[in-house]
């Protein structure tokens, strides 16, 4: 929930450029990450998660090999992630400019839109946690939660609304999308052997630094030669691929740990 806090803080910067200039927004910007590293640094309660791993894993005698990664689960895993990350940096990325020419909003409240889908996206993650205490099927929740974020997302892609119905709309797609964030991460949990959370959780959240990678020059190229609309169709095919991807995992035989040569 934190992440997208911080998302939704992010558009400030239209904001603070008004007010002291690009310079002073980017120094401003910049401030956040100087307070977090002096916080990481003299926290004394971040503990080395690897000692409770190594236990597990020691208690169990699992050892994980290179093998684990080829494992069906873990690589939909994996995609699933990128396009997630194609969707959400994208989105993030192009929406400001899109919402500009799709519905003649100016840039402060194109950034106020994309403020409110963020936050929406926290609020749902907070939601989507107590699903995730609650449920056993996982799978159904990220999946009913990301055809729900098509849904609300496809009067956006069609220009069917009104400028006015566009923030209750945004906070509605980014709470359903939100919520399937915890139901999520227990998806992957539960497809990961013992012993083997600290590989797979770093290899599967790499999928957002490709997908971090791709989609904003996809879609600053549909801005280039004036297709706005289509960045949302895409984000409305990308939630329901990810919505058949999720059930698929289900169905992928489980992942066993595989012997390190």
Request: proline content about 5%; overall charge positive; charged content about 10%.
């Amino acid at each position: 929930m934190g992440g997208s806090l911080g998302w939704a803080a992010a558009p400030i910067i239209y904001f603070l450029d008004d007010l002291v200039g690009r310079t002073g927004a980017a120094l401003i910007g910049a401030l956040p990450g100087l307070v977090l590293a002096v916080l990481v640094l003299t926290s004394r309660y971040l503990g080395d998660h690897r000692v409770v791993v190594r236990a597990a894993a020691a208690t169990k005698g699992a050892r994980v090999g290179l093998d684990l990664f080829f494992q069906t689960s873990i690589l939909l895993c994996f995609a699933y992630f990128a396009l997630i990350a194609v969707n959400t940096v994208g989105i993030q990325q192009m929406a400001i400019p899109a919402w500009m020419e799709m519905f003649g909003l100016s840039e402060r409240h194109a950034a106020l839109c994309l403020m409110t889908f963020m936050v929406g996206s926290a609020v749902g993650m907070l939601a989507g946690g107590f699903f995730a205490d609650r449920v056993r099927r996982h799978d159904l929740v990220a999946s009913g939660g990301l055809l729900a974020a098509a849904a609300l997302t496809m009067p956006i892609a069609t220009l069917s609304i009104t400028p006015a119905f566009l923030l209750p709309l945004l906070a509605l797609a980014g709470f359903a999308g939100g919520a399937t964030n915890p139901s999520r991460d227990m998806i992957v949990r539960n497809a990961t052997p013992p012993g083997a959370s600290g590989k797979v959780f770093g290899f599967v959240y790499s999928g957002l630094d490709v997908g971090s990678l791709l989609g904003p020059p996809l879609f600053g190229y549909l801005m280039d030669i004036h297709l706005p609309a289509a960045i949302f169709w895409i984000a409305v095919g990308l939630y329901v691929v990810n919505a058949a991807m999720v059930l698929t995992i289900r169905q992928a035989s489980a992942p066993r740990a595989v012997a390190a040569e």
